[in-house]
């Protein structure tokens, strides 16, 4: 053994409680090393007298009342114990109050749903929505854009060798950026409908 045995290795040697190789490890390093023998030795002697203080306890103690204060200990660590290992308890069924909320968020979402589709479906609402002489037209071409409104139209041309990246939004917006392959520079082009 390269270092001392600690403390905790000592005492348990000196009670007998190590195992076979650690109490052999131990025994070797205390043949070469005196401190350490007088230390286990010490520790020998204190055991002894703690045995033999043991055998007399004050004749005033009462064994029984100090029987049933320990089992009442005992028997609280424990149910304590299993009030903290038990797991949550989660009910699952929802709260009259929760379950009502719910219901009525789910009938509002299916209302909202019915009624919008009904109004899509309906030829009236439609055609006021898409009035075609109102309608701005968005036209996304590999030379750049072109925008149509009542007649009138702007187109956007990219005289690059290379096609133009064209994109046009959802909302009648349009956008289209090319590189001048003579001077490098990006050119980008967005117009949006009003």
Known sequence: MKNHP??????LYAGNDL???GALQVRIH????????????????ARQELRRRAGELPEELDWSSLEAEMSANIRLGLSAGAIV???AVVEDTPQPEAAGWRLAVVLASLSFV???????????????????????????RPDGLALQNRGAALTLLNH????????VSWDGGARASFVDSETGQVTIHHVSAQ
Request: glycine share 4%.
């Open 114 to 140: 019915a009624v919008a589709g009904w109004w899509l479906r309906n030829p009236d609402n439609l055609r006021t929505m898409t009035d075609p002489a109102a309608a701005v037209l968005s036209e996304a």
């Open 30 to 45: 205390l043949y070469g090393c005196a401190r350490c023998a007088a230390e286990a030795a010490a520790l020998r002697l």
């Open 6 to 11: 600690g403390p905790e290795q000592l005492a």
């Open 19 to 21: 195992s076979l190789p």
């Open 160 to 167: 690059s060798e290379q096609p133009a990246v064209t994109t």
């Open 85 to 87: 290992d038990r797991p």
